[in-house]
């Protein structure tokens, strides 16, 4: 059980706790925030794991007016679970995101795969950094069709998710790792899709 407190900023400067709740403690917060994610992917893949994400699936069914198709495959109702599990394109970035590390990433619900990994924190850590990087591109995607009516192929922002998470791994790199582990960075880190 977790006690969340929620700070109220009073006029002198000073805080009084506004709301106080008990909630059950989550499993996946340690997946989606770590220091091998970077920030803004933490922050929309959190907001994944909530179930939060305006799809068009869900704004249809709040009697918004809007095309409830994928702005990517323009074929089935887009969900949460189309979007990253189902669409063509997600599958692909996915998939490709797999293959560059040289792991089998899940193509259905994500949540359970990542709780069960058995490898060591550093490669689980950076592997979640990827799952998390993809669901924000996928994400960015999405919008960018919507919006901006551009397709991209997906070995694009697969070389844009390499790129971001080369450079937090190159960051975070240092001579605490376990031999294994940094053998396996290098090794993805020289590939390039």
């Known amino acids: 059980m977790v006690h969340v407190v929620v700070w109220e900023c009073m006029g002198s400067g000073g805080f009084n706790p506004l709301i106080i709740k008990n909630e059950d403690e989550v499993n996946w917060t340690n997946l989606v925030w770590n220091n091998w994610s970077i920030p803004i992917h933490s922050m929309l893949a959190w907001i994944y794991h909530h179930k939060s994400l305006n799809t068009n699936g869900k704004l249809h069914k709040l009697g918004i007016r809007i095309s ?10 887009k969900t949460e679970e189309h979007l990253y599990f189902a669409c063509e394109y997600s599958s692909r970035v996915i998939t490709l995101m797999g293959s560059w590390l040289r792991v089998d990433l899940p193509m259905s619900d994500v949540l359970p795969w990542r709780l069960s990994r058995g490898s060591s ?3 689980r850590n950076i592997i979640n950094a990827v799952i998390n990087a ?9 919008n960018t069709c919507k919006f901006e009516q551009k397709i991209v192929r997906p070995e694009k922002y697969v070389r844009l998710i390499i790129a971001e998470i080369r450079g937090k791994i190159m960051g975070l790199l240092n001579d605490k790792l376990r031999e294994g582990d940094r053998k396996w960075i290098e090794r993805a880190l020289e590939r390039n899709e």
């Not at 409830?68 to 109702?77: M, P, S």
Request: glycine share 0%; proline share 0%; hydrophobic share 30%.
């Open 68 to 77: 409830n198709t994928c702005y990517i495959c323009e074929a089935a109702i």
């Open 121 to 123: 924190k550093t490669r």
């Open 134 to 142: 993809c669901v924000y591109q996928i994400w960015h995607k999405h």
